[in-house]
């Protein structure tokens, strides 16, 4: 009798084992999530070490009123300045910072697919922000991408940790003008440096290059992933000829430089414009300066997720295969291309609005939704290449940083006196090319994995090639429910 009630007592507890097992395991974060939750974090580091030069350069230049005691205990008061810089000396120090930033780009994405090493090199180069450049970031990370996004879950993973870009902006804005007015402008640069180098050990003991790797993931996690990209193809020298000629990557390109355009040249110039044009003081410039990037920040998570959902509606075809509704040129081109349509209208608008909220509002609006873009060229280049992502990032990211070089310098010469009237004319630069972007990439962007990305022919679960192959004009122009299932690749 003690023999069965022992039994049952250990049936029993690990029936309740199991059952608690199983409650953990579903309420447990998946793996893939809290790398994308730590890159939302190294992101927003980095845009907060970014975008803080452009509050304190405010507060670098602006005048304040000290207490000066002579020889006969007599007090008076006088104005000075820290540094006594006209506007185009100030476009050029807001440029500097992507002088190092730009000779990084393709060598960041060619160490990260070559050696392995996306996490540890996002890592090194969050860490590396805090004194020198964060140009391997960007690169890097969409090599972490190609191991641990599952093809219809790119746009959200991605799109999770680029927000941390715009919420490192939204709050270190406003935080940079605290710290100024408080502590003083060099401040702002201890404060968030520190912070970074404290997230660069929390990613590099958290954060596994690949899946496998990870001591921490659920076999059933790792499978899915797995199964979803299917079998790893060997390291290759990226093709470059066939990457040049390319109309796809050129499209990203052209996409990428378009929206940095408009993007830099407010991250660096909005402070300056709130304070210095619509005459709110610093404390509201930062907090107004910080309104677009937060409505960038909600958009892009919004736009991540529909991108995805889009991408995953099917329809039977027959048999047990499926036809997606919208194929991922589609939806890349058609979340692309109306975000640039929108910005260029509301750019216009703050040209010739006529009250200072109305401006606010209208530049708003015009850098916020830019979020539904970065669901279309942001992550396209897992789409026509998933193993040359990283390169593919770093080419295009060093055509996309020359507006941080250019832009500030030329709005600089542009906005001497920093009257309304010239900064039409930044508006109008900016709204222009996101037109040009737009119609560029409407014409020759694609979601599909390009004949120079692999060459043999494999099979996914569903028994489907995903031999690569060119878009069919279905597919960039409208949905069809003809296409079969090619999500993988």
Known sequence: MQVKMTVAGEVRKEAMEAVAENIKSRCRLPRRYMVSALAF???????????NLSVAVVAMTSNYTVAVEDANGTTTYEERRDFDWDVPTRGLLLSSFFYGYIVTQVLGGWLATRLGGGARLF???????????????????HAVWSHWAPPL????????AFSGSFVGTVV?????SVIAESLGWPAIFYIFGVV????????????????ELDPYISEEEAEYIRKSLGPSLPSKRPPWKSILLSMPVWAIVASHFCENWGFYTLLTQLPSFVNDTLGFDLKKAGFFSALPYLAMAIILQISGQLADYMRSLSVESGGTKTSRIFTTTYVRKIFNCSAFLCQTIFMLSAAHIGTAMGAVACLTLAVGLGGFAWSGFSVNHLDIAPQYAGVLMGFTNTFATLPGIISPTLTGFIVKNQTQEEWVNVFYIAGGLYLAGSIF??????????????????????????????DTPAEHFCYSNNVVDDERV
Do not use: H
Request: aromatic share 12%; hydrophobic share 45%.
């Open 172 to 176: 270190s804005l406003p935080l940079s």
């Open 441 to 470: 990439y409407g014409i020759f962007a694609s979601g599909v994995r390009q004949p120079w990305a692999e060459e043999e022919t494999t099979e996914n679960k569903n028994g489907d090639s995903n031999k690569a192959r060119r």
């Open 196 to 211: 970074a180098i404290i997230w660069c050990g929390l990613w590099f003991v958290m954060v596994k290059e690949r899946p």
């Open 153 to 160: 879950e790119r746009s959200r993973l991605a799109t999770i």
């Open 41 to 51: 974090l190294g992101f927003w580091n980095v845009y907060a070490l970014r975008v």
């Open 123 to 141: 890592c090194l180069g969050i860490g590396a922000t805090a004194v020198l450049t964060v140009g391997v970031t960007y690169p890097s990370i």
